[in-house]
């Protein structure tokens, strides 16, 4: 490939947007969730269980941990931006992010559902 | 050595105002260009222009470009030339629009036209009350403006120079301009700019006064080069000092504070411009209002430990129509002087400002000289517009915001001849085979000489002896001083020593160059000082004092002509004042009086 | 103010003569009169003519003489030498390429500066006389032109270290956002299209050390900030 500096990918602001709704989505959620704890008081495992027994709280839950993930892949893929130079490892690091970040998804949604 | 050569159609030295206009009417025109500026063109020292540029757009209140020419010429106490003033003030809003619609953020009336305020000297109806004709971006107009014009020239893809110093002008055995030689700053090469036109836009030299509200890099490069090359150099006798710097910091205030509605005041908290000018008073003429504060400080009615200076007072106007319309000039008082001008006056003293003699070109911008008998013959090749330019239409004083005018006029209608010329299509004419050497030996002297004067020490010489012995008010025995003393100052000028060898970006290499240019025009200020044995404008002596012969000391039957300064042997020589307008009836002469 | 002795540890290469830079420890005695960090790098520079910076209108409106001073950006002409601490360390501007001395090589900060295409686009015939343009509009402008270009913001600006290639920077973005709001302007969607980009426009985290720095007191980031309230506005 020729050397020289691209850029002009027309794309950032869906990200952007994305970002900031993400992160009300995980203020809400924290806020509801100090409130149902602080009403529910759970002390003991079963009382935590009996919490996440509730559909809307599960489905909440999982919300929280897409935004969660999502709004890191967006954080994550700006570091990689800023330090990683070399195209070819920058894409291989996007890779691996992303197939975490879809694992952690997987794997919240397991232990919600598990439950 | 061989110097490399670049080719252009035309070469502008300065990216300032008036060299940023004349290259947008060349690159507009497709010619080939090269703007070269010792600095960013947006740090050239149009940059701190404050109050406005004139054109009579009637906006607020009846105006006309007649009345304009009126104050202009009584401005300039009959010496400026009656053809160039015309052409200026009839050209003013056509200028003043394209500025706009290049996109410069004047303020706006309230039905959107743009904001125009009063201004020292300007008035309505021939004289009779002050008139709102300064236009204005708040107290930045000149910074908003030079911003526009650069990005005019962005757009335009004009091809710049960026911190390339010009060193001489390049002349052949005919006498036509060639070019320019100049001095990559970074890396301290020279190189050869070969040209069809060549046009200076330099900038003035306040730099040569002690106490100067001009940028350190205002030091005549376009009039040491122009004198260099064998070119006189018109009315250099005449340096306005604004009435309003800050004392100690010689930062400038702008007039559009007094426009606004400031006041000066002396130690008794007096009003003195009313006994001075009692119809305009504080918007009386800058030399007039200049004069007045000397007097008072004089008369020993200043203020502070020292009563060396007087006090502009805006306590009295509504704080926020000061942030809306004066928000830089808020700042400077309070990082110049640690005023808050909302509450308390600002210490003003009269300050070096501009140049209203230089380079003598016809309004047209072409540079002309004296040959065979012509005054004003036209040097082949070579133009100038803006402050290094004396076309003449400031004359003997000039008036507040006709400056920006005057390079928006007078760039313009330089790169307009250029067009003009070029299309007419004559080739690059063959370049002497000396053409860098004077240059060449210049640097290599200031470079290798040993126990020769220092630089800093040298120019501080200058400026202490210009401003001692050409300050406001002028003594026939102190200028008579001053020119044994600054031809004394010439000869350390001349034997310039530097301890920075290095070829990368040598700065003390770039400021004895300055030094070789500023000295020519302290030499010239001087001798055409001396020379001049009456008051007129800014140049007020006390051997031609105020008589009912001659009012204000002005001697119109013996000095109503223009200076012409040879800097080949230090002779003076006199031009008559073009009193011919080009379309109306002459400013027949008065009594000057605001 | 009185007469006193400073002390300066200043940052030094000749490429010319130096293998690498070095911080070199300097005083200099100043007068009652000098108030601004120019005025005493003007004395140091008659000690040693080689000391090396740039400077023109000692008013703060050229953008000349901006430099880190004790590692804060600033302009030396706008900084009070009595309110720094002792000693006052100066150092080029971070982030570009150093020249020589204070001195930095400020192509890539004028190249950002160019991309956004920084002149007033309309491509209506030009009327006789001024476009029009209400007060109210016109206000929309300040704390945007005033901008003089010095790159104290771009150059503290981490974003700016990383990818002062891509990144067109907060002096640019301001100057991006001064046409988008001018009225009289027609670009505007093309001026968005020309931001819409991971790295142009949203490299911009909000760090705001370009609103700490600046000299004349703008808001680059208010600016950013716009500028993505328009994309938003034109995407939804």
Redesign the interface.
């Known amino acids: 490939m020729i050397n020289r500096i691209v850029v002009g990918a027309h794309y950032g602001l869906k990200d952007w947007i994305a970002q900031r709704a993400t992160a009300v989505i995980m203020a809400v959620y924290s806020v509801l969730m100090a409130a149902v704890l602080l009403i529910v008081r759970p002390s003991t495992f079963e009382a935590w269980q009996g919490v996440f027994a509730n559909g809307v709280i599960k489905f909440l839950t999982f919300l929280f941990f897409v935004s969660l993930f999502y709004h890191a892949w967006i954080g994550i893929r700006d570091i990689w931006m800023d330090y990683v130079k070399p195209t070819g490892l920058r894409l291989t690091l996007h890779v691996v992010t992303i197939a975490a970040l879809v694992g952690y998804t997987a794997w919240a949604a397991a232990i919600l559902w598990r439950l | 050595m061989s110097i490399p050569v670049l080719k252009f159609d035309a070469v502008i030295v300065g990216a300032g105002g008036a060299g940023l206009r004349s290259a947008i009417q060349l690159s507009e025109a497709g010619l080939k260009t090269a703007v070269l500026s010792k600095?960013?063109p947006?740090?050239?020292?149009t940059?701190?222009a404050q109050g406005g540029v004139a054109a009579s757009?009637g906006n607020s209140e009846q105006d006309h470009w007649t009345w304009h020419m009126y104050d202009t010429v009584k401005g300039s106490d009959w010496l400026g030339d009656q053809d160039a003033i015309e052409f200026m003030c009839k050209k003013a809003n056509e200028v003043v629009?394209?500025l706009?619609?290049?996109?410069m953020?004047?303020?706006?009336?309230?039905?959107?036209?743009?904001y125009q305020r009063p201004f020292g000297g300007h008035m309505s109806n021939f004289g009779e009350k002050p008139v709102r004709r300064s236009c204005a971006?708040a107290d930045?107009t000149g910074?908003?403006m030079l911003?526009?014009m650069y990005?005019?020239n962005?757009?335009a893809n004009t091809q710049f120079f960026v911190e390339w110093m010009a060193l001489d002008l390049i002349r052949d055995e005919e006498g036509h301009v060639l070019g320019v030689t100049a001095m990559e700053m970074?890396t301290g090469q020279i190189v050869i700019f070969h040209a069809r036109a060549t046009i200076f836009a330099t900038g003035g030299a306040g730099r040569i006064f002690y106490s100067s509200t001009n940028?350190?890099?205002n030091t005549g490069d376009g009039l040491g080069m122009a004198a260099r090359a064998g070119i006189p150099l018109e009315d250099m006798e005449f340096w306005q000092f604004h009435p309003t710097g800050v004392a100690?910091?010689g930062?400038?205030i702008t007039e559009g504070v007094r426009g606004e509605g400031g006041i000066l005041r002396n130690s008794s908290k007096e009003r003195f411009m009313e006994r001075y000018a009692p119809n305009a008073k504080d918007l009386a003429s800058r030399d007039v209002v200049s004069r007045a504060m000397a007097t008072e400080i004089k008369e020993g009615r200043g203020c502070g430990v020292n009563k060396d200076y007087v006090l502009l007072d805006i306590t009295h106007l509504d704080p926020a129509t000061i942030m809306k319309r004066l928000p830089?000039i808020h700042?400077?008082g309070l990082?110049?002087a640690g005023v808050d001008c909302l509450k308390e006056p600002l210490p003003v003293v009269p300050t070096c400002h501009y140049q209203m003699g230089g380079i003598p070109t016809h309004y047209s911008g072409r540079v002309v000289m004296p040959k065979d008998g012509d005054m004003s013959s036209v040097v082949p090749g070579f133009y100038a517009g803006g402050e290094c330019a004396c076309a003449s239409v400031h004359g003997a004083n000039r008036l507040g915001t006709n400056s920006l005018l005057d390079l928006l006029v007078f760039g313009k209608s330089a790169g307009d001849s250029a067009v003009e010329d070029l299309k007419a299509g004559k080739a690059h004419r063959d370049l002497p085979k000396d053409a860098a050497d004077k240059s060449l030996a210049r640097i290599s002297a200031i470079d290798n000489r040993k126990g020769g004067a220092n630089?800093?020490e040298t120019r501080l010489a200058m400026q202490r002896t210009m401003q001692d012995h050409a300050g406001v008010f002028r003594f026939g025995d102190m200028l008579k001083q001053g020119v044994s003393k600054i031809l004394e100052v010439e000869k350390a000028a001349r034997q310039l020593e530097?301890?920075?060898k290095?070829?990368?970006?040598?700065?003390?290499r770039t400021?004895a160059l300055e030094m070789e240019n500023l000295i020519e025009v302290a030499k010239a200020t001087m001798i055409s000082a001396e020379a001049r044995k009456e008051s007129r404008g800014a140049h007020v002596r006390d051997d031609a004092p105020d008589t009912a012969e001659f009012p204000n000391g002005r001697n119109d039957k013996e000095w109503l002509k223009h200076t012409l300064f040879s800097p080949v042997d230090n002779s003076i020589s006199y031009k008559p004042v073009n009193m011919q307008p080009l379309t109306v009836e002459p400013v027949e002469l008065k009594t000057r009086s605001y | 103010m009185s007469k006193r002795m400073v002390q300066f540890s200043i940052y030094r290469y000749d490429p010319d003569k130096d293998d690498a830079p070095y911080m070199q420890d300097i005083s200099v005695e100043l007068e009652p009169t000098d108030r601004k960090l120019l005025d005493a790098l003007t004395k140091l520079k008659a000690k040693d003519d080689a000391i090396s910076y740039r400077r023109s209108c000692r008013e703060g409106v050229c953008g000349s003489d901006a430099m880190n001073i004790n590692g804060k950006n600033g302009l030396a002409c706008l900084t009070d030498i009595d309110s720094l601490k002792q000693p006052i360390v100066l150092r080029p501007l971070p982030g570009l390429p150093v020249i020589r001395d204070l001195i930095v090589d400020m192509t890539q900060f004028f190249k950002q500066y160019h991309s956004i295409k920084p002149y007033l686009i309309n491509n209506d015939p030009p009327p006789e006389r001024e476009r029009l343009q209400s007060p109210e509009d016109r206000e929309e402008l300040n704390g945007l032109y005033e901008c003089i270009l010095c790159a104290c913001c771009s150059t503290s600006c981490p974003s700016f270290w990383w990818n002062p290639d891509k990144f067109v920077g907060p002096a640019g973005l301001l100057a991006a956002y001064r046409f988008i709001a001018d009225t009289r302007d027609q670009a505007t969607s093309e001026r968005l299209d020309n931001l819409e980009d991971p790295y142009r426009l949203f490299r911009c985290h909000s760090i705001m050390n370009c609103v700490d720095v600046c000299p004349k007191g703008l808001n680059p980031t208010k600016a950013i900030g716009k500028i993505k309230d328009m994309m938003v506005a034109r995407a939804v």
């Open positions: 600095v960013f947006t740090r050239s020292h940059v701190a757009l629009v394209e706009e619609h290049y996109g953020p004047f303020d706006r009336t309230d039905d959107g036209k743009i971006a930045r910074h908003a911003h526009a990005q005019r962005v757009k970074e940028a350190f890099i100690g910091a930062v400038l830089g700042e400077i990082q110049f630089v800093h530097i301890k920075d290095s070829m990368a970006w040598n700065t003390a400021e």
